[in-house]
């Protein structure tokens, strides 16, 4: 792909390549999330959305086609038939994205990637250990991208983030502190909407729904900048609202490599926190945060110093490998949407 896709003379813009041609991406799923990747992996200049399978429900799945503006005929209503159909076209995708509840991770996964077909499917990745052990083997078998929608690690400070601490600005590692917490569990009623329901239903959610839905972004975020891989857990899981199948709040005890200890907290019945992840990183020199709620910022502290505030933005000091994820100037805010389109540009090289 890469002879068809890239220029004889490597011509950039920032640090990463332009390409010949945009590449086609394909969705499997007709939620919200989907329409959010939709315009970030638009955003990004990399990618055109040409088919998907938004509905198994024929009349649904074309109709939301027209919203997106799809071709009748690339409006599937089972990715099955999508991924058959697709990998047999001249035009057909070059990836999918996989926006489903979470059991049908899985299938759909597996289904294009044994059509040769890129993957970038959204977390948690499977339900069992099992399948995701199966889907590694199949992206190492056909040679496929697969790419897993962890996208706090996309934002531009939790990068600088990443990059101080590895360059041993906070030191050695000493301890490293995560939580997640969300608000829109409150409520008593909430388990009877109707958006609600598959969370917190084990056949499609899985044997969590707090745990696997944001717990997982709170790991992968506190790995990504600490560098160092969680070794062990020890976890505890409550219902804390009204009566629920799977619980809405999870903390753990952790350790990682080297016997760093550390704390992992997930909530959705915290009440004023909307997207209040946040990860700290302690040090044997000084410390990190980030808070997702304050995107654009990021504290440092070099002990006995007074404190650091970073801000995201052309000329803010970020190092290189940062500001090329940089798309405005200091003072117009950036969001997710501008994170999930970093996630697409970095999927689009890989592809």
Known sequence: MADKLFP????????????????????????????????????????????????????????RGERWFLPEHRCYSSFEEMAQVEAGRPDGIDAVMVTTPNHVHYDAARVFLEAGIDVLCDKPLTNEFSEAADLVRLTRES????????????????????????????GRVNQI??????????????????????????????????????????????????????????????VCGAPKALEDTVMMMTRFEGDVPGTLIATRLASGNRGGLRVRVY????????????????????????????????????????ERFVRLARGFSEGVIEAWANLYTEFAMAV
């Open 177 to 238: 502190h995560v939580e997640f917490m969300q608000d829109w569990m409150v409520p008593d009623n909430v388990a009877e909407a109707e958006h609600v329901k598959w969370r917190l239903d084990p056949a499609k959610s899985g044997a969590t729904s707090c745990t696997g839905d944001i717990a997982t972004h709170a790991h992968h975020t506190a790995t990504f900048v600490s560098g160092l891989e969680m070794t062990d857990l020890r976890a505890e899981m409550h």
């Open 143 to 170: 040679g496929c991208v697969f790419g897993v929608c962890f996208v706090m690690a996309s934002f531009p400070m939790v990068r600088q983030a990443r990059e101080m601490v590895h360059a041993g600005l906070i």
């Open 8 to 63: 004889t003379d490597f011509s950039y813009e920032g640090l990463f390549p332009r390409l010949s041609r945009r590449l086609r991406i394909g969705i499997v799923g007709g939620g919200r999330i989907a329409t959010t990747q939709a315009a970030a992996a638009r955003l990004t200049g990399y990618w055109e959305v040409v088919a998907g399978a938004l509905s198994s429900n024929p009349e649904k799945a074309k109709t």
């Open 283 to 322: 040090g044997s020199e000084g410390g990190i945060e980030w808070d997702l709620e304050k995107a654009e910022y990021l504290k440092y502290n070099r002990y006995g110093d007074p404190d650091a505030i970073l801000s995201r933005g052309q000329g803010s000091g970020v190092t290189p490998r940062v």
